[in-house]
């Protein structure tokens, strides 16, 4: 059972960068696809960018491209999504989820583990 924990969210101006961290434990690390999700208040949960075990293959919703990066630590269990440019319709609860596989996918059925969120309030 892998146990998934966000951090770093907050309450930004349009044009800010947060950085947020999702802490895994309880599971080998480097097993998992690692994906970030948000939900909107009212809106279904989308996907925002997805890793694969290795760092070497991301994905990206056209929505953020550009704009955010993923990349992980497997070394600190730790995988992160810099989001620069922020804009107010970033803003959601931002979800961290873990997928045994190999492959990026994008869909929120295809993940296994998730964590509780954090929250991201982007002010014009």
């Known amino acids: 059972q892998v146990q998934l924990v966000e951090s770093g969210g907050g309450w930004m101006q349009a044009g800010d960068s947060l950085r947020l961290s999702c802490a895994a434990s309880?599971?080998?690390?480097?097993?998992?696809?690692m994906g970030w999700f948000r939900q909107a208040p009212g809106k279904e949960r989308e996907f925002v960018a997805g890793?694969?075990?290795?760092?070497?293959?991301?994905s990206y919703t056209d929505l953020v491209k550009g704009r955010f990066t993923i990349s992980r630590d497997n070394a600190k269990n730790t995988v992160y999504l810099q989001m620069n440019s922020l804009k107010p319709e970033d803003t959601a609860v931002y979800y961290c989820?873990?997928?045994?596989?190999?492959?990026?996918?994008?869909?929120?059925?295809?993940?296994?583990?998730w964590g509780q969120g954090t929250q991201v309030t982007v002010s014009s």
């Open positions: 309880g599971g080998t690390f480097s097993n998992y696809v």
């Open positions: 989820a873990a997928r045994r596989s190999l492959v990026v996918r994008g869909r929120t059925q295809d993940y296994h583990y």
């Open positions: 890793i694969n075990w290795s760092g070497s293959t991301t």
